[in-house]
């Protein structure tokens, strides 16, 4: 058995390998602007035009939280740096669903030693937990749960990680995408129902449908798909989302990781280097198939990078890429429906310099009609927020951006820089909250901010937003969008939380006032409203307990509240791995959660292969807990 090292490279850092940015010249500049803690809160609320920018998570003075009796029913727990999972005294956790569990009966069990077969994995729980949803189907549980990416030195153990040949490519393809499932409780166990006919697994070959502004263009044209209107699979599916009518919503992230070109003379057009499309990929697929070698396919990756919506009630149906909602490192998809019954999507683009996002529908949503084209027609916007606590949501129109509705919808990101959008700490996981007209967006990170122009070369100095230079802590940022309507051009924001580590720093390294040495982190990313209106905050960051981390532990997941800004530990992951996705079953007594990328020995004990987990939480006296 060998020695399992815990992966490799994140997706930013492997970006940045392939792609180095120049560097700006105006350092001198900005570290001057790395102001004090003191003097960072003073500008933002003196600046501050109103209430809504004096938000609760800077006003979060002790006197307040002494005014305020804590919502939450549970007692925090401390950080752990250890290889399981910690949940607060009266709350058990369980795996549910473990990367290689069957979810039919034909395909072989796992095998702590070589793992899956290729033909097995399609019928098994993929790799990469990420964003998940669950559906109440006819009184049946389902959920939909994405598959992000491989963990190569787990997923071909034969060939220590290498990706050597077409069936090593054939395993990745078929370890990564979706896996739609039903679970049921038994006794207060979990567990996934095999041979649900709800059961389903797509996957890096799955045909999908291509509908919106950017179906049939050239640019999505290939010599497999002439019309360019199917598409096969769907890559990276990173966060997710729920609509009204009962779909989900997969979220395309860094696809361009998947691409390569076996001509090294192969010259990528600007657009190719602003997405990240080079000439080699991650996993080696341009190798051993030729639909990924951008010498021979130079349009395939035009066709992902979208937002996917599956009908999970539906085994059968075909997913529909929705290219009206762009094309860029999508996050997650967050709705809501506006006053008028439009349909709000909000979306985050997650690279250094990238811009938060959100689609508004032409149509209204009537409960009960025809669905099948609401994502297809609507109005794209990208967030340009003011240091005067206001913002505006800029509409990516022909008139504004010079583009085409096609062309804004394939190169949404050089759309966003033509109307000068407000360039973002990562945006990850958007939430709305559904008792407060508020949403909110966690920026995870951003060594760049102020030290390196974005892919496109957009300048990213430290604005409202994104406050802090060589941001490796990150913030939430929430917005108000005027006459409580999410359709609104225009709305005033706040920082939620600056997240920081007051026992390093002094400064606004320090974070905000309602981070403090019992409750720090870093790298805020999922991000899911219970039905109470708490914001549970999942992180995917640094872990080495060192240096400028010291102190915060493995990543986590807390529980914030929007009210009082106090934000307390709920659950602390395994070290090594991210803690990702949330969602609730209909009765609300358990939490489902994403356990990705752990190190062994999570969570099968030694020598066997670490495997990605959905976990279930639940209270000891079976309560509700969200
Ligand atoms: Fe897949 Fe930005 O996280
Ligand atoms: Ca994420
Ligand atoms: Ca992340
Ligand atoms: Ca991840």
Redesign the pocket.
């Known amino acids: 058995m060998k020695d399992i090292e815990q992966p490799e490279l994140s997706w930013d850092e492997w970006d940045e390998l392939k792609d180095p940015r120049p560097e700006e010249n105006d350092f001198d500049g900005v570290v001057a602007s790395a102001m004090t803690r003191r003097g960072f809160m003073g500008r933002i609320l003196a600046v501050g035009s109103g209430a809504a920018v004096m938000g609760a998570g800077l006003m979060n003075s002790t006197a307040a939280r002494a005014q305020s009796s804590s919502r939450f029913a549970f007692n925090p727990i401390p950080i752990a740096t250890d290889f399981t999972i910690h949940v607060p005294e009266g709350y058990s956790w369980a795996p549910v669903a473990k990367w290689g569990d069957p979810l039919f009966s034909d395909a072989p069990a796992f095998d702590p030693v070589t793992g899956v077969t290729v033909d097995g994995q399609a019928r098994a729980f993929g790799e990469n937990t990420d964003g998940m949803e669950l559906f109440n189907v006819n009184g049946h549980e389902i959920i939909a749960v994405n598959h992000e990416y491989a963990n190569t030195s787990q997923n071909l153990p034969q060939t220590d990680g290498d990706v050597t040949s077409a069936e090593d490519v054939a395993l990745l393809q078929n370890a990564q995408g979706v896996a739609v499932f039903e679970v049921a409780e038994t006794d207060g166990v979990w567990d996934i129902v095999i041979d649900s006919p709800y059961n389903r697994r797509i996957t890096h070959t799955t045909p999908m449908a291509i509908q919106g502004p950017a179906a049939g263009h050239d640019l999505l044209q290939t010599e497999a798909d002439p019309e360019g209107v199917l598409a096969l699979g769907t890559l990276n599916n990173c966060g997710a989302g729920k609509t009204p009518w009962g779909t989900y919503l997969t979220c395309e992230e860094n696809f361009n990781g998947y691409f390569g070109s076996t001509d090294e003379a192969f010259e990528r057009s600007d657009a190719f280097a602003r997405y990240g499309i080079g000439l080699e990929g991650r996993y080696a697929y341009e190798k051993f198939d030729a639909r990924f070698d951008v010498s021979v396919n130079p349009n395939e990756p035009n066709r992902f990078g979208y937002i996917v919506e599956i009908d999970p009630a539906d085994p059968t149906s075909t997913p529909v890429k929705r290219t009206a909602l762009g094309r860029f490192k999508h996050e997650n998809a967050a709705t809501a429906v506006a006053p008028d019954g439009r349909i709000v999507v909000y979306m985050g683009d997650?690279e250094r310099g990238e811009y938060l996002y959100k689609f508004v529908s032409r149509d209204v949503y009537v409960p009960g009609g025809d669905t099948s084209t609401l994502l297809d027609h609507g109005q794209l916007y990208a967030a340009k927020f003011t240091d005067d606590g206001r913002g505006e949501w800029l509409g990516l129109t022909p008139e504004a951006t010079g583009m085409d509705v096609a062309e804004i919808a394939i190169h949404t990101r050089l759309a966003a820089s033509a109307v000068g959008a407000t360039t973002m700490d990562r945006p990850?996981w958007v939430a709305v909250n559904p008792v407060a007209a508020e949403a909110y967006c966690a920026l995870?990170n951003n060594r760049n901010r102020a030290v390196k122009p974005n892919a496109g070369g957009d300048d990213t100095p430290v604005n409202g937003p994104n406050p802090r230079a060589e941001n490796n802590y990150g913030q939430i940022v929430r917005w108000y969008p005027e006459n409580d309507d999410h359709a609104a051009v225009d709305f005033v924001w706040d920082l939620y939380v600056m997240a920081g580590n007051p026992s390093v720093h002094d400064d606004a390294y320090a974070g905000s006032d309602n981070v403090n040495v019992g409750n720090m982190f870093n790298?805020p990313?999922g991000m899911m409203f219970d039905s109470t209106g708490l914001l549970w905050i999942q992180t995917?960051g640094d872990d080495s307990n060192k240096d400028g981390f010291a102190g915060m532990g493995n990543n986590q997941m807390l529980v914030g509240d929007p009210v009082t800004g106090e934000i307390e530990r709920f659950m602390t992951g395994p070290n090594g791995s991210?803690v990702t996705g949330i969602t609730w079953s209909s009765d609300r007594r358990t939490a489902f959660v994403g356990i990705q990328h752990p190190s062994a020995p999570f969570p099968d004990g030694e020598g066997s292969l670490a495997r990605s987990t959905i976990v279930a939480i639940k209270r000891d006296d079976n309560a509700v807990i969200g």
């Open positions: 997650d990850e995870t790298s990313d995917d991210e």
